[in-house]
Structure formats: C-alpha cells, structure tokens
C-alpha cells in the first residue's frame, strides 16, 4: 500500500515568509509525528498527534511553528516568520498506534531552505 | 528530554572489515530501535530491543542492548557497499510517548 507521502519535497523560502508542509499519512494509522532533521544529523521531535486526544506540542521549538491534524489524517506544519535557522529536512511519520509498540513509518521528509 | 549519545560520528572502512556502533546515555530506555537512512528518504526501522541483555542478529547485523537499558550497539559483518548510510538509534523514553534520536553515525563502505 502506498506510505507516508510529504509535500513539497523541497521549498526554498525568503526569511520572514510563512511556510506550510504537509504530511498524508498512512491510511488507518492513528498516531502521527513530525521530527527536525539538520544535515547529516539525528532527528528532534517536534510534536505528536494520537486519535482524537490533545497533541504534545512539547518539541516545538518556538511559536513561530504550529501544526494541524484535520480528520484524524492529513497534518500541516506551519512555519510563521520563517528564519534561516529554520533550515533543515522536515520528516513526518505515521504508527498504527502511538508509542513504543508500534512501528513508525517515515515519509522522505521536506527539505526547508530559507534565504 | 533523555538523551542519546552515537559513536563515531564518521566511520569510512573497507568492504569486508567489521565494524561497531555505539549508543549511550545516562538514561534507562524502555527500548531501543536502530534505523538506517539513505539520501532523500525518511529513516527505516531495522530492529527494536526491548530486554536488557537482548541481542539480536538480522544477517550480518547484531544488535545489542545494555543490561541496564542504557546503551546499545550495532556490529556489522564483513561490511558491503550496500551497507552505506546514516545510522540512527532511537529511545523510547520510559514515559512511552517519544522518541529520542542519537546525532547518527554516517557509515560509508568502500568497494
């Protein structure tokens, strides 16, 4: 079946714009995650959604950023003032179930480049 | 946060030399999964390790967890060409709800 799917898959962006990156996650899958990746390096969370209850926005690294999950399905990271250290691959992933008994599947992520 | 130290950072060898990653931290895990991720593509998951002590082999790969459930590693047999990418480990803090990545280990194989 198809897997995570994430657009655009590059987005070059002058600094102070506002940025949208979506995620279509795996049909069925309830829980859903967005990490950071800077070049090369490991990935930070950013903030989980499970079902219906309130998401852990505890990554978010400033309120410049904000996420959405309409429907249970597709999300929408948004990125408000953008800055050049904004940088970096945008991964999302999906799990049937959240948490460490399920596995998570990785879209190809969104590359972020800000001028 | 936990966090999760990878060891080395860079690591370029010969096909067919061995060689062994590590992850350590101060903190207990409830697990610990290893990923593996190419250019362009999102991480993807090799093996999870849940006991302490746990080893597990997937071909020339075995993966270890500490008895304590606070460190890891990955040995890889006669390494291939193929085996070429960026190495991630990855906690399951013991609140259950994230993931902590390790910075990655960028293995290159050389033919």
């Known amino acids: 079946g198809a897997g995570v799917s994430q657009s655009p898959s590059n987005k070059v962006t002058e600094k102070g714009k506002d940025v949208e990156l979506r995620c279509d996650p795996i049909?069925?899958?309830?829980?859903l995650y967005w990490y950071r990746q800077s070049l090369g390096q490991g990935l930070e969370f950013l903030i989980y959604?499970?079902?219906?209850?309130?998401?852990?926005k505890s990554g978010l690294p400033s309120d410049r950023f904000s996420a959405e999950r309409t429907g249970g399905s597709v999300s929408t990271l948004t990125i408000q003032r953008t800055q050049q250290e904004d940088s970096a691959v945008y991964l999302c992933a999906s799990s049937f179930l959240g948490g460490s008994s399920y596995e998570q599947y990785f879209g190809p992520g969104t590359r972020l480049t800000v001028t | 946060t936990q966090l999760l130290e990878q060891s080395p950072q860079f690591l370029s060898i010969q096909e067919g030399e061995n060689l062994t990653v590590y992850c350590n931290s101060s903190?207990?895990?409830?697990?610990l999964q290893w990923y593996r991720q190419e250019p362009g593509e999102g991480p993807v998951l090799l093996v999870t390790?849940?006991?302490?002590?746990e080893v597990k082999k997937l071909k020339r790969l075995t993966f270890q967890f500490g008895d304590a459930r606070k460190d890891s590693s990955l040995h890889i047999t006669a390494a291939q060409p193929g085996d070429t990418g960026l190495y991630l480990c990855a906690g399951w803090e013991t609140s259950g709800s994230r993931l902590t990545f390790g910075e990655g280990t960028q293995l290159t194989v050389n033919p």
């Open positions: 959604f499970q079902g219906n209850s309130a998401p852990d």
């Open positions: 390790v849940v006991t302490g002590g």
């Open positions: 903190s207990v895990f409830s697990s």
């Open positions: 049909s069925g899958h309830t829980a």
